[in-house]
């Protein structure tokens, strides 16, 4: 028997093996569900020794003419010496930063042809020095078009960031319209080929920003439109809608306590800008409070948070030291580093009000969280936040909305504190109204939620009246209708079966065009896009199944369900903060950023791709960048810039 093995194994190993030309695409053993097609390796490994020294510049963000200082050329001759490709010039760095940047995006749209309905993000933003940005991201299943069953590793990214730039568009040049932002979209869009691949958009609620989701649906939206049900989801950003509740929130506490923040403001900056006070202050209290930013509401909660840590050692350090000569103290900063009883109280009840919009807005930085799949529920939650609020102050002392608030009975103060800072919230929900309504008319929203095996339409029947009930489900059933129909008619996937068994006998053409036709013909009779839909709202709930598990174990019954569920999956709720996706610092971007360079630009979207791709799992957050030294580098170099092949847009 031994025997026998042996000459099988030794009949396979004889065999002529498959060339690198020969195949489209090739896994490598770096975890990650998109395979790099044989271009993009082969380009790996010709400019394997120098891609190392780019990535180095490309993580510390280092101006390209640094590698003609006299010191990086003695580094490089190190490598030099053992025989090591290396670059010695910035023209050479540019020029390969060019064809990097080349190879990536036309991996990036290898692994897209593979996909559908794709999310796009859209953020923008203007730096303290007036430049507007828009950036363009694309978030998506991969191989949603595998033939072969698929598994966990095929559709998650093993907790990296799937969030890919398309790209940044310098705004400060154009005039900011409605048109003008469309066109840039579209252009951008049909770059990657993916125009007509679009399932949603995930944008903030910048006026300008609507409206051209309003006028851009005519353009994308080919798909299917029936009872007045979109293909294309909107997705009003949740972390900006948290951010400006918060704001309205912020706003009523002020106006009554407006002196009270102003001393905490006077506090912080003491403690931050004198430096003969911030070296002794640290033997007292354990971390540094934070400036209120007025361009990020929570930035003020993150300051309350940690004064309460810190007041107790702020007003040691004021009475133990106020006579030293050293820290030149004065009367009246009494009122700075000391605070009553009463006014701590009010502080520490408005952050344990508050506390819910940071919690969701730190849930949002995590992409397993920031999912429509959700966006449901986190409003759910905040209208059920804001009822208990109204209870409360209406006198309730009921332990379950005290629970929804996040409170126990011993956190509640006295009437007159928690009158005001209970007014302060509940006057912020008009704000949060709008976006609900918005979210709840939406019928993705609605089909992401339902798609998850543990709820379906239960909270749904729970919560809300029979007529907004029946409106839901015929908004959502037509959008699920239509989807597996285009599903149907566009996909060459009939029905996943098992991965092919290399021992398998060959099947003559003809007879596979017969099995196929058979296949087709009794997944159409069994498995109608309402069927699907039907069959699985009928089931049961599975309370112990988790999203991507059940749908991976039910994708030979519900194929198309399992397509739109994992495709919802991977669509962002929230931009979450568009420097996440090149591991920048918020602070970069506000500060005096600009992408006038147009290696920076290049830069930053290759620290995304790296993310992206698995090949840089952990890159360092930059909290600065070297402008000024990036400005000096803009020196005409002779290369073509060469992003995407000419092509048609894949259907």
């Not at 309003?214 to 948290?242: Q, W």
């Not at 602070?587 to 290696?599: E, G």
Request: net charge negative; with cysteine; proline share 3%.
């Amino acid at each position: 028997q031994h025997y026998r093995d042996y000459e099988l194994f030794s009949k396979y190993l004889s065999t002529k093996q498959p060339a690198l030309e020969s195949v489209s695409y090739v896994d490598s053993n770096q975890p990650k569900p998109i395979p790099f097609n044989k271009k993009f390796l082969q380009f790996l490994s010709d400019n394997h020794s120098e891609l190392r020294i780019l990535n180095m510049f490309i993580e510390g963000f280092i101006p390209f003419n640094a590698i003609e200082l006299e010191g990086m050329k003695d580094v490089l001759s190190v490598l030099d010496d053992i025989g090591l490709p290396i670059i010695a010039s910035r023209k050479g760095l540019v020029s390969l930063l060019s064809s990097y940047e080349k190879e990536f995006n036309e991996q990036l749209k290898h692994a897209m042809k593979f996909s559908n309905h794709i999310n796009i993000l859209i953020d923008m933003w203007t730096s303290s020095n007036k430049k507007s940005y828009l950036a363009v991201m694309a978030a998506f299943c991969p191989n949603l078009k595998q033939k072969s069953l698929l598994k966990r590793e095929d559709v998650t990214n093993a907790g990296n960031s799937n969030t890919h730039i398309l790209d940044f568009i310098d705004l400060s040049c154009i005039s900011i319209t409605n048109e003008s932002l469309k066109l840039a979209l579209l252009s951008c869009l049909s770059e990657y080929s993916i125009s007509q691949k679009i399932g949603s958009i995930t944008l903030g609620n910048d006026s300008n920003n609507i409206s051209m989701l309003n006028n851009i649906n005519e353009v994308l939206d080919l798909g299917f439109e029936l009872n007045g049900v979109r293909k294309i989801c909107r997705i009003n950003c949740m972390e900006n809608v948290l951010n400006r509740v918060f704001l309205d929130l912020l706003t009523s506490f002020e106006k009554d306590h407006m002196s009270l923040l102003s001393r905490i403001d006077k506090l912080a900056s003491c403690t931050r800008n004198n430096p003969i006070i911030r070296k002794k202050i640290y033997s007292y209290i354990r971390c540094e409070i934070p400036k209120h930013v007025n361009t990020s509401s929570l930035s003020r909660y993150h300051q309350l948070e940690v004064f309460l840590t810190a007041s107790t050692g702020v007003k040691e350090f004021f009475f133990e030291n106020r006579f030293e000569p050293e820290f030149q103290q004065i009367l009246d900063d009494h009122s700075i580093f000391c605070f009553n009883e009463n006014e701590m109280e009010y502080i520490l009840f408005f952050v344990r009000i508050a506390r819910i919009f940071q919690e969701f807005t730190t849930l949002l930085e995590d992409d397993t969280t920031n999912s429509l799949c959700y966006g449901i529920e986190y409003y759910m939650i905040l209208r059920q936040f804001y009822k208990s609020c109204e209870e409360l102050k209406c006198g309730s002392d009921d332990i379950l909305h005290m629970t929804n608030i996040g409170l126990k009975k011993t956190d509640v103060p006295s009437n007159e504190i928690k009158e005001q800072v209970l007014s302060a919230v509940i006057e912020s929900y008009p704000e949060f109204e709008k976006s609900m309504d918005f979210a709840f008319k939406e019928p993705g929203y609605w089909v992401a939620h339902i798609l998850q095996p543990h709820r379906k339409t239960d909270l749904l029947t729970r919560s809300f009246d029979q007529s907004f009930i029946e409106e839901v489900i015929e908004s959502a059933t037509s959008y699920v209708v239509n989807y597996c129909k285009t599903y149907a008619e566009t996909s060459d996937i009939i029905l996943r079966s098992k991965p092919v068994n290399a021992n398998r006998v060959k099947k003559p053409k003809l007879l596979k065009k017969l099995s196929a036709y058979l296949d087709r013909n009794i997944a159409e009779f069994h498995h109608s896009p309402k069927d699907e839909w039907k069959m699985y709202l009928e089931e049961p709930l599975q309370t112990n199944k988790e999203f991507v598990s059940y749908w991976l174990e039910n994708q030979s019954r519900f194929p198309a369900l399992c397509n739109l569920a994992l495709a919802f999956y991977h669509t962002k709720l929230s931009t979450a903060g568009v420097e996440s996706s090149f591991s920048i610092s918020k602070r970069v971007l506000d500060n005096r950023f600009s992408l006038a360079n147009p290696h920076l630009k290049r830069t930053m979207i290759m620290r995304n791709r790296l993310k992206c791709f698995n090949l840089r799992k952990k890159m360092p957050v930059a909290e600065h960048i070297a402008t000024d030294a990036w400005s000096e580098d803009e020196e005409d170099v002779d290369y073509t810039d060469v992003y995407f092949s000419d092509s048609d847009d894949e259907n």
